[in-house]
Structure formats: C-alpha cells, structure tokens
C-alpha cells in the first residue's frame, strides 16, 4: 500500500465547503474562437451579469495569463499546448474554489481543448465556440495582428498560417457577428444558470 504523499489535501475544506459559503456551484466556462471573435467581449459582459445576480465569477484571459503566469511561453504547438495545460490547472482551483471561471483562448485545436476538459473534469466543463467568421474577426481587429500576418510578419497565427479546428462538441455555438453583445451574453448566462 503506498503512502499519501500528498497528505495535506486531506486536511484542507472541501469544494462543497466553498460553494455551500458561496451559495453557487463551480464551473469552467471556456471560450473558443478565433483572435477578434469576441471571446473576451461576450465574457465581461456575463461577468457583469453574473455579479449583478451575486454570482462571484472570474475572468482568465489571453492578455492577462501570457503577461504573467505564462510569460515564459510562445507559441510554437508544444508551447500552445502548455499554455492550455497550465491555463486549466489554475482554472480547476478556481472551480474547485466554487468560482464560476470563464476562460477565453483560441486554443485552436479539439487536442487541446479535450486536454482542458480532462483536467477541469466533464462535469464542469462547458465549451462556448465563439464562431465568428474570419472576415468579421479581421475587420474588428484593433491591434493589427491579422494583417501582420497576412505579410508574414507574425508567424503560426491562428487562422492565417496556422489552422483552426471547428469544436466537436461544443456546448454552445454563438456567432458575435449575427448577434448584439447582448444576445450573447443572454445565451450563455442561460446556459450557466439552466
């Protein structure tokens, strides 16, 4: 019989402790989508929602993860990969914390999502595929990057010189270029609360 090395999860409050504090149960909900999709758009206005029912959420994003955590990381495959990987284990505390975690990476391939779900777990996890035409996604783009890399000046970005794959499962589709801002966070805060 091997011995507990990990001792110290046994002592600690459990995740139904947290959520029976929180009145509200923990869950992933990852956005998936191509840059300028409106991943980060749709999910601060769920966060809005959320916390005007009560509902403590947070928001992970490319912008705030790759400026920190995972400053050291670039993005050749093996690197987007761990990215993901890190990216879901520090959203598996907050789920398991009893916060509802919103998620926004254009983690382009079902590899890597599938990689997500099975470390926040089937059970909390929810995959919103954001599915705005590329057309759209390169006319809201503010920063500039899809033209850079139509010169080649960026490499391996997302739907120019590297694929996108279309989820397989998602939970929920939204297309941000058919819909108001408000139709989609409405549609995915239904989902949350159904």
Known sequence: MADNIYPIYDMMMTREDKEHLLRQRGMMVWFTGLSGSGKSTIAMGVERELHARGILCRILDGDNIRAGINSN???????????????????????????????????????????????????????????????????RDVKGLYARARRGEVKDFTGISAPFEVPMHPTLVIDAGNLSLQECVSRVTDMILG
């Open 73 to 139: 990381l670039g993005f050749s495959q093996e690197d987007r990969r761990e990215n993901i990987r890190r990216i879901a284990e520090i959203g598996k505390l907050f789920v398991h914390t009893g916060i509802v975690t919103l998620a926004c990476f254009v983690s382009p391939t079902n590899e890597v999502r599938e990689l997500a779900r099975g470390i926040i777990g089937e059970e909390d996890f929810r995959e919103v595929y954001v599915s705005t035409s590329i057309e759209e996604c390169e006319r």
